[in-house]
């Protein structure tokens, strides 16, 4: 259920979260085969004992934003999709949750979306983008609200892209709670591979927590992506990377003892906490099972 309270005191979680980054190439605007690829990298990343899997912005479709628009019944997902089926069905057989990018069509409207299943397979809520990139202004409407998942004692901000461009996104959710901040995106060769590396380590030494990327591979509504799915530490430091060109799963541990011991040194919160800030946007939060 969601709740748009303050957020709670600053706690800890008790014990390790195992989350993989995954990324592979998709399909242009087949939402089933990408659906069945998203099915296989879940199975994959529960082997390793995975307990959440990201995937890359719009991972359904691919970017594809031409397709989606003329084509939306077919490469959109709609409230109640069959389509995703077998995503359902590989979270619920693993017990692992997903966040999976995704085009909705929203009534009239299109969004830019996370959509996150549980570890039962049940659909928990969607978060739509709120910081649109100049050329998907077109085509897209901004969301309205932040979104805050819960895991295992792990609370978990979600981005989407040109979200994590802009440091009150992040913020917001640190402000929240969350001790990491997982980003579905599309981020290409060249200047887009130089803002991740400078974005993401931003963000996590920012906050002190932990930063998620999940990128694409390959070429995509005509971006060359630059892959590199990769997390970092609370600190900033980079923990484990993908390559830029394959598909490729990165599994971490995010480490309450790491958590803690970074933001004992770097005091940012703590010392916003005392000058009462607290975020400056809506946020819903769920709790995944």
Request: charge should be negative.
């Amino acid at each position: 259920m969601p709740l748009t309270t303050a957020p709670a005191a600053a706690r800890y979680p008790e014990r390790p979260l195992r989350i993989a980054t995954v990324q592979a190439q998709a399909v242009a605007g087949d939402v089933a085969a990408n659906a069945a690829q998203a099915a296989e990298l879940i199975r994959e990343a529960a082997e390793a004992d995975a307990r959440l899997v990201l995937f890359a912005e719009k991972f359904l479709s691919g970017y594809e934003p031409e397709l989606i628009r003329t084509d939306p019944l077919k490469c959109a997902v709609q409230p109640g999709d069959p389509r995703l089926a077998p995503i359902a069905e590989a979270c619920r057989e693993t017990g692992t949750a997903a966040i999976v990018g995704a085009a909705v069509q929203d009534g009239d409207d299109l969004r830019v979306s996370a959509l996150v299943l549980g570890p039962d397979g049940g659909f928990v809520t969607r978060y739509d983008k709120q910081y649109l990139f100049k050329t998907e202004r077109a085509y897209y409407r901004p969301g309205t609200a932040g979104c805050t998942l819960e895991l295992d004692g792990w609370r978990l901000g979600l981005g989407i892209c040109y979200d994590s461009g802009f440091p009150e996104h992040a913020r917001a959710a640190a402000l929240d709670g969350c001790h990491a901040y997982l980003v579905g995106a599309l981020f290409s060769m060249g200047h887009g591979h130089h803002e991740s590396r400078t974005w993401f380590p931003a963000r996590a030494l920012d906050n002190t927590l932990y930063t998620v990327l999940a990128n694409h591979i390959g070429h995509t509504g005509g971006w060359h992506t630059c892959g590199g799915s990769a997390v970092w530490a609370p600190d900033g430091r980079l923990l484990a990377e993908a390559g830029e060109d394959r598909r490729e799963l990165v599994v971490v541990d995010l480490d309450p003892a790491v958590l803690r011991t970074a933001r004992e040194t770097e005091t940012l919160l703590a010392d916003l906490a005392e000058a009462g800030a607290r975020p400056v946007a809506p946020r819903t939060r769920f709790t995944l099972g």
